[in-house]
């Protein structure tokens, strides 16, 4: 059986859509002057020797932006959308990427070769300047690597009469690499978006628009003297290894055709272990998209490099990806607005395509990029170099580029605090993997609901739950932590100050304790949750009523409820982190404040209405909610949700400051004594916590703290404390505990 007859016999269920996918997309960095930037690689992204996601390519201002293996075309562009967020809000405050394949007005002497530090690869680049010029080296693109899935290949093998897989595999991705070469004018009509260069790139000014300049004659090609063979994968080894033995190219890697064959670091190499996967190179930046491809065209070039494997092999090789050759060089140099010429055989594809959809019963979705791809040829105006089109002004680009850069660059900067595609994750999770990624550590998430990170660099692993939970602390630290009577139990017998209380497992107990409590002020919480649920608290001496209902709001919480003394003063919470209070935080409760004309109810609409406040913990600040706890905060106020309060009155929702809960948070890291912040610490070193929140009631900060009249009172430890509310503040600067993280978890980098 035939490779062509393959899929033609193959069952319908075949896994036909199984691959895996990487992006690695090119882009410049611009400065204000709207100039290709002269500072050295950002110092933010750490070493690029080993950075897995953020490199630089031939010169210094030129970012490589690299995906890790994804298994699906939405991981990988989610992947990319990740490290371009980081990378844009890693730039200096006045540079921003350039949303085009082709650069701004530039010169030569404006390009800094890539100032790595291995001698090998920097004369690499003084080669490829000395052989092309350093002009074409500054135009950018995007290439789209993918392998065909394992259980795919595997069906397809054992329907074919190979008996050895690693040969199938090999003529399996040669085939591929063929028919790509005869077929991809079609991707460079639909998706080419380089059509004028700057005034002086070129050796002769262009006087009218293409349709895509880098895949054309006048690209970063080979010289004409560099005729590789795709005949078959030996003479593809020859070809290449004897360029590089007479000197005609410097190194293996710089063949630069559309396509390459991957795997290995030597071509030679696939004869002994296959080739592994493809690298498709020939796609322009789409200037419309923030992340330079679309979600659509990854899953129209997916299904258009399946149809290369319906279609049959090409016979003749060399000589028809000749005249291929010459068709896609006069597409590329034809007007945006051109209608494919009539040789073009866009019958085979498209039929291909439709096959394949047909085939194998692939969705909706299918069909319909199928439909918009024949929209786009039938009218080249929604191609996206038709698109483009409209904004060339005087055969220039750069107003438009500008535009876009300045708009993609703000767009970054959006919720700051969020990871973009990542906002379902927790808060302090997002923040962490933007330092992940900041930084270069490698990363996995291994269970997206639960929170659960595998970080490695090189062979060290690390595996983290919730931003800061790690292999750092003992299994049973949480546990005690976790439940508030071992917790106070602990820092009593170490000497720490903790209030006066009883623990109740059954509500009419607790009832009957009422009148040990009823002159008191008190504080009613559940055993063992977080995040300030199901807490109430009296400043003043409370009715039965109230207290009964309270002990319903944290019975629903929890099985066991404590009663404790309410300590007055104002609450802090210490952020501990191997031994050292980093962050102190003050955390003013749900509030609102009159202006004497709004009820509370319409206040408290208005303050949520703050981009900063959010649910789940995927905002540095929560929404407030009028439930029952905070209606019965304003009853004992003498308030109700439509009391119009006088102006500067403030009214309290919460008797709790957690942030969860509506709070507001200041940064007092710097303002809180030391003496606080070491009680905060040792603490935390008495339950044996690696990382630790400290919530301490201090009457007057002014005091300073003694072991002997510590002045404060612990009122709870944090087993997972929250780490975006120290970074993200109402007010103060903010202190960056993620990266503190990191830094303990990393020290090697």
Not at 315 to 331: F, G, M, P, T, Y
Not at 509 to 532: C, E, H, M, W
Not at 589 to 601: E, H, L, S, Y
Not at 681 to 686: G, N, R, T, V
Request: aromatic share 10%; glycine share 6%.
């Amino acid at each position: 059986m035939k490779l062509s007859q393959l899929l033609q016999k193959s069952p319908a269920n075949l896994p036909i859509l199984q691959a895996t996918f990487g992006l690695e997309r090119e882009s410049l960095r611009i400065n204000s002057q709207h100039r290709v930037a002269q500072t050295a690689h950002p110092s933010a992204f750490g070493s690029r020797n080993f950075h897995p996601y953020i490199q630089t390519d031939y010169s210094e201002p030129q970012l490589e932006l690299i995906t890790p293996i994804a298994h699906s075309t939405q991981e990988a562009r989610r992947f990319l959308g990740a490290i371009t967020d980081v990378t844009q809000r890693s730039l200096e405050d006045d540079e921003y990427l350039w949303p085009l394949s082709m650069p701004p007005h530039i010169t030569e002497d404006e390009i800094e070769i890539a100032a790595l530090e291995s001698p090998v690869e920097y004369q690499y680049r003084l080669d490829l300047a000395e052989r092309y010029g350093k002009l074409l080296q500054s135009m950018s693109g995007i290439h789209y690597n993918m392998e065909l899935g394992k259980d795919l290949t595997a069906q397809l093998f054992a329907l074919s009469d190979y008996t050895d897989e690693k040969t199938f595999k090999n003529d399996l991705y040669l085939k591929l690499a063929q028919n790509f070469l005869y077929y991809r004018w079609f991707l460079t009509y639909l998706y080419g978006t380089t059509p004028i260069a700057e005034k002086g790139f070129l050796a002769t000014d262009l006087d009218k628009p293409v349709r895509s300049l880098r895949n054309s004659s006048y690209g970063y090609v080979n010289h004409e003297d560099i005729q590789v063979s795709f005949a078959s994968l030996e003479n593809y080894i020859s070809d290449i290894e004897g360029y590089v033995n007479t000197g005609k190219l410097s190194a293996e890697k710089e063949f630069y055709s559309a396509i390459r064959l991957r795997g290995s670091k030597f071509v030679r190499d696939y004869l002994e272990k296959g080739i592994s996967y493809l690298e498709f190179r020939s796609f322009d930046l789409n200037p419309f998209d923030h992340l330079a491809i679309s979600q659509e065209t990854l899953d129209t070039v997916h299904l258009f490099i399946l149809s290369l494997l319906w279609m049959p092999e090409l016979d003749h090789v060399d000589e028809k990806l000749r005249w291929a050759s010459q068709l896609n060089n006069d597409i590329a140099l034809a007007h945006p607005l051109d209608k494919l010429p009539e040789q073009a055989p866009l019958q085979d594809i498209l039929g291909a395509m439709t096959a394949i959809v047909e085939h194998f019963n692939l969705d909706s979705y299918y069909q319909e990029l199928l439909e918009t791809a024949k929209a786009a040829v039938a009218d080249p105006r929604l191609t996206l170099g038709g698109q483009l089109c409209n904004q060339i002004n005087q055969l220039s680009l750069e107003k438009f580029g500008r535009s876009q850069g300045a708009d993609f660059h703000q767009f970054a900067w959006t919720a700051p605090y969020a990871l973009k595609g990542y906002e379902n994750m927790e808060l302090s999770t997002q923040m962490l993997l933007i330092d992940v990624i900041q930084k270069g550590v490698n990363f996995e998430i291994l269970d997206e609901n639960d929170q659960f990170l595998k970080l490695w660099h090189g062979n060290h692993v690390e595996l983290v739950k919730n931003g800061n939970m790690t292999s750092k602390d003992n299994y049973v630290v949480p546990l005690a932590m976790a439940n508030k009577t071992v917790t106070k139990k602990i820092l009593d017998q170490a000497g720490f100050p903790v209030p006066a209380g009883n623990e109740f497992s059954s509500k009419d107990q607790a009832l009957r304790y009422y009148n040990f409590v009823a002159d008191k002020a008190i504080v009613v919480k559940p055993k063992s949750t977080n995040f300030g649920l199901g807490i109430s608290i009296f400043q003043e001496p409370t009715s039965l009523a109230d207290y009964e209902k309270a002990l319903d709001i944290a019975f629903a919480e929890d099985s066991n409820v404590l009663v404790e003394e309410f300590i007055a003063g104002t609450e802090y919470r210490f952020f501990v982190l191997d031994g050292k209070c980093e962050a102190v935080l003050l955390r003013a409760a749900a509030n609102v404040v009159g202006d004497g004309k709004q009820t509370i109810r319409q206040l408290v609409d208005e303050k949520n209405q703050n981009p900063l406040r959010g649910r789940d913990h995927r905002s540095p600040l929560e929404i407030i909610n009028l439930g029952d706890i905070e209606l019965l905060m304003l009853q004992q106020q003498g308030y109700t949700p439509d009391t119009i309060l006088p102006a500067g009155v403030k009214a309290d929702l919460r008797g709790n400051s957690n942030i969860s809960t509506g709070g507001d948070s200041i940064d007092m890291t710097e303002l809180m004594d030391d003496s606080y912040k070491q009680l905060a610490a040792d603490m935390a070193s008495a339950i044996g916590a690696w990382v630790c929140g400290v919530d301490l009631i201090i009457p007057d900060r002014q005091l300073i703290s003694t072991k002997e009249h510590p002045n404060c009172t612990c009122i709870e430890l944090n087993f997972n404390p929250s780490m975006y509310m120290h970074t993200y503040c109402h007010e103060g600067p903010g202190q960056i505990v993620t990266r503190k993280i990191l830094d303990k978890l990393f020290e090697e980098m």
